[in-house]
C-alpha cells in the first residue's frame, strides 16, 4: 500500500487508537513511520546476525550476512518500507544514519573480526563497511525496481560472492 496512501484515519483505527494518542507517541505519522523504519531495520539486522553466526569464520559470516540482507529486502513488506517509503519520506539522510546504527554497524563488527582472524588486511574499518553497505543497498534498489526477478536476484548474489571475495587477503 505505501505511506502515501495510508492517511491518518486509517492508521488510528487499524491500531485503535485515538487521533489525539497517535500524536501523542509520535509525533504523528511521519514520527510512526519513523519508528516502523527504525524497528524493521533493527528485526533485518538481527536476522543477519542469526545467519552470520551460524558460521564458524567471521569473514563467512559477513558474507552470509550480506546474502541474507538481500534475500530478506525481497520480502514484499521490507522492501516497501524500507527501499520504497523510506528514503523518499525521511529523505536520505535520515535513512542513512538510520541504517548506520543497524546495517553498518553490524558489517563493522564482523569486518574488525575477519582483521583479526588474518582473513582481510589491516585497513580503516569505517569506508570499507560504508562501502560494501552501499554495494548491498544500491543492489537491492535495483532489485526492487523488479522485486520478483530471478535473474536479478542471481546476478546480484553472484556479484556480492566475486565482490566480497576479491576482499580476501591472500
Not at 39 to 56: C, D
Not at 102 to 126: F, N, T
Request: with cysteine; charged share 25%.
Amino acid at each position: 500500500m505505501g505511506y502515501a496512501n495510508v492517511g491518518v484515519e486509517q492508521l488510528v483505527e487499524a491500531c485503535g487508537v485515538t487521533r489525539g494518542a497517535l500524536y501523542h507517541h509520535f509525533d504523528g505519522k511521519l514520527g510512526l513511520f519513523e519508528a516502523v523504519v527504525e524497528s524493521i531495520q533493527e528485526e533485518v539486522a538481527q536476522a543477519l546476525e542469526r545467519e552470520a553466526s551460524r558460521e564458524s569464520e567471521p569473514w563467512e559470516g559477513v558474507k552470509a550476512g550480506c546474502a541474507a540482507f538481500v534475500r530478506t529486502c525481497t520480502q514484499d513488506d521490507v522492501r516497501q518500507v524500507l527501499l520504497v517509503d523510506a528514503i523518499s519520506v525521511l529523505g536520505v539522510d535520515r535513512w542513512r544514519r538510520i541504517d548506520a546504527r543497524h546495517g553498518v554497524a553490524a558489517l563493522r563488527d564482523g569486518l574488525e573480526e575477519s582483521i583479526r582472524a588474518g582473513v582481510l588486511r589491516k585497513q580503516p574499518i569505517e569506508p570499507l563497511a560504508r562501502l560494501i553497505s552501499g554495494a548491498v543497498n544500491e543492489a537491492t534498489l535495483w532489485l526492487a525496481e523488479a522485486p520478483h526477478s530471478q535473474s536479478r536476484k542471481k546476478q546480484i548474489y553472484l556479484a556480492l560472492d566475486r565482490m566480497l571475495d576479491a576482499l580476501v587477503d591472500g
